[in-house]
């Protein structure tokens, strides 16, 4: 009915806004990211690029990607109807030989199946974020948990898998090691998240953070009320198989903040919910 779809379309607008707005905050915290707006098309596809995938591509600039946007390689979050999806998508089109080379010979020690579609794009790898209708808040969140979880651990292999398909290899460092004793290079391809855990989890712990207490409802208002990220408290990377979730025990409540900073532990890995309450309490001792 016309009606369904007007409020269809004013859903998909605002996951689009919020999921853009996603990207811009990523960009600015961290440097290795990169977004412009003019990359988007619509709401629908929303691009950024990271120093990783720059690399995997080369430092090509020219105007005959199917994009038409002057670069090989993008995240794109596919926003649509059906669901949200992140993707690894490099243009077949006006790719140099050299590069092309230097991906097959990426995806010749990984088991990932590429797909193209009719634009020229091929697709590396996707995650399925959120199947079906979903809100804003939803989508943004399992973006974020994705990006830290998933996608920033299949940078780190995908970087070495760069350097071994240059020849460059040399002796893993200790984080190399424990890095692939977790196996991390074997990512599943689909981002499997339970929304009744989710909505169970906040009906035990609601809906503020449990490492600072915010609160995005009290700080900006009504209307953003709910706006929190459902953290593992064991990350799915690491997990190797299908498992049962216990929404009380295994997940809690974060702060995009907070969730950022508990997937940021230097040797790889996941601080413990205590340990970042820990160390939150004690640099604003210090602050005292």
Not at 16 to 39: I, K, N, P, T, Y
């Amino acid at each position: 009915m016309p009606g369904e779809d007007m409020r269809q379309q004013l859903e998909l607008r605002l996951r689009g806004e919020l999921l853009r707005d996603w990207c811009r905050q990523l960009a600015l915290r961290d440097e290795s990211v990169d977004f412009d707006d003019g990359w988007c098309s619509g709401q629908r596809a929303i691009r950024f690029c990271t120093d990783t995938i720059d690399r995997l591509v080369g430092d090509w600039r020219g105007s005959g990607d199917c994009w038409g946007l002057g670069r090989l390689a993008f995240y794109e979050i596919e926003n649509g109807a059906d669901g949200v999806r992140l993707v690894l998508s490099v243009s077949r089109k006006g790719m140099p030989a050299e590069t092309a080379k230097r991906i097959r010979a990426v995806i010749s020690q990984v088991d990932w199946e590429p797909s193209v579609d009719e634009g020229g794009a091929c697709a590396l790898r996707s995650w399925e974020l959120i199947t079906g209708s979903s809100n804003a808040n939803e989508a943004v969140g399992a973006l974020d948990a994705a990006w830290n979880e998933l996608v920033i651990p299949f940078e780190r292999d995908l970087a070495s898998k760069m350097l071994h398909a240059a020849g460059e290899s040399e002796e893993p460092s200790n984080e190399e090691e424990l890095f692939e004793g977790a196996e991390l290079s074997v990512i599943s391809d689909r981002f499997e998240r339970n929304k009744k855990a989710r909505e169970l989890c906040l009906a035990a712990h609601g809906t503020t953070c449990v490492v600072c207490g915010f609160d995005s409802g009290k700080v900006y208002g009504p209307r953003f009320a709910g706006i929190i990220d459902v953290h593992h408290r064991v990350p799915l990377s690491e997990i190797r198989e299908d498992h049962v979730v216990d929404p009380v025990n295994d997940l809690v409540p974060l702060c995009p903040n907070c969730h950022r900073a508990i997937h940021s532990k230097p040797s790889g890995g996941a601080f413990s919910v205590e340990e970042l309450r820990a160390m939150l309490a004690s640099a604003t001792r210090e602050l005292e």
